[in-house]
């Protein structure tokens, strides 16, 4: 499998909307070369480093591919007319979450990144497009983006391949793990696999050990809603 990155995108901490929040949820396309570290790209940053970046969501990936299903789901919006409404750093077509697999590594640029967990979507999309129940709407379609961990520095621009060099768990697209975490939650069999799989983020895999433990879903609400809801948010 291979993709060309349409667009990479980067930007500084500023403003939400019109809100007193701050986000690096606003990344612009560069056309420049950016060199990709561990913790990501030069220039791009977070705001909540308990939740956002880390050696396991150093790149966030959104398949542009999704943006006409927005449209004709909450409506058309600028936002939606070109990369980086929900914040990622890479956008391609031709691939999404029904074809990319956990632990999937790819070659990119002159780097190398590995699969490490799909996104979970927050609050703040609530507030980036308008749209109350945006956040809710994303963990529910399932066209959620994905992270990928950084296995080889190097320098990327847009207009790089993105090709797909090994796939240990092609059992394991993240469609199939999106579905364990929000639809068969008491599947024991799934659930015990994933606790297990070692390609997965360390914080992915605590939560589907703790769900066998104590046979308890986790709340999701606070992510979901914010400030306005009530309840812990155990899955960054």
Partial sequence: MKMRVDALLVGPVQSLGDSQHVSGIAK???????????????????????????????????????????????????????????????????????EVCIGDIYSLGEAVVEVSQARQPCWKLNIRFGYPAMSTLVQESGR??????????GWVAAGD???LRERPHPDWPLSRLLDVLYRRTD?????????????????????????????????WSTRLLG??????DVVP
């Fill in 28 to 98: 612009q396309a560069v056309t420049d070369r950016r060199w990709l570290g561990r913790l990501g790209f030069d220039g791009d940053e977070q705001a909540d480093h308990k939740h956002h970046g880390g050696l396991d969501k150093a790149v966030h990936h959104y398949a542009f591919d999704h943006y006409i299903d927005w449209a004709k789901q909450i409506g058309k919006r600028e936002i939606l007319t070109r990369p980086g409404a929900f914040g990622e750093n890479l956008s391609t077509r031709g691939c999404t979450e029904a």
């Fill in 144 to 153: 959620t983006g994905w992270y990928y961990r950084v296995l080889a520095p």
């Fill in 161 to 163: 391949a993105l090709m």
């Fill in 187 to 219: 599947d024991r069999a799934a659930l015990a696999r994933l606790a297990q799989l070692e390609v997965l983020a360390d914080s992915w895999r605590k939560v589907f050990a703790r769900r066998l433990e104590r046979g308890e879903v986790e709340d």
């Fill in 227 to 232: 400030q306005h809801a009530a309840g812990p």
